[in-house]
């Protein structure tokens, strides 16, 4: 028959409590910097789909890409996107210069 005593020492307890605090703040920078990484990934993205949407609207505009479709609709469209196109990033540098300011 085994019998296990256990016998508390509040230093080792608390050297315990310290580290599992250590650990914690080390994945919460580790989280920051992926937080980091994601949101220059999605600023990149939101440039790049604002080019596309230029680039869509003018290749429309300026090509023969549907010749069935009528010249007025393809028009519409082409407007629609380059419009848009530079409604996102008008709105991206603004962000941009509103977060610089703070």
Do not use: H, W
């Not at 999605?42 to 790049?48: K, N, P, W």
Request: aromatic share 16%.
């Amino acid at each position: 028959m085994v019998i296990e005593v256990t016998i508390f020492n509040y230093e080792s307890v608390g050297l315990k409590i310290v580290k599992i605090f250590q650990v914690q703040r080390n994945k919460a920078s580790m989280l920051n910097n992926s937080k980091g990484l994601l949101s220059k990934f999605m600023i990149f993205f939101g440039y790049l789909m604002a080019a596309i949407y230029v680039g869509l609207g003018i290749v429309l505009l300026s090509s023969d890409i549907f010749p069935v479709k009528p010249l007025a609709l393809k028009f519409s469209f082409a407007l629609f996107f380059i419009a848009y196109g530079f409604f996102r990033l008008v709105k991206l540098i603004t962000k941009k210069t509103e977060t610089n300011d703070n």
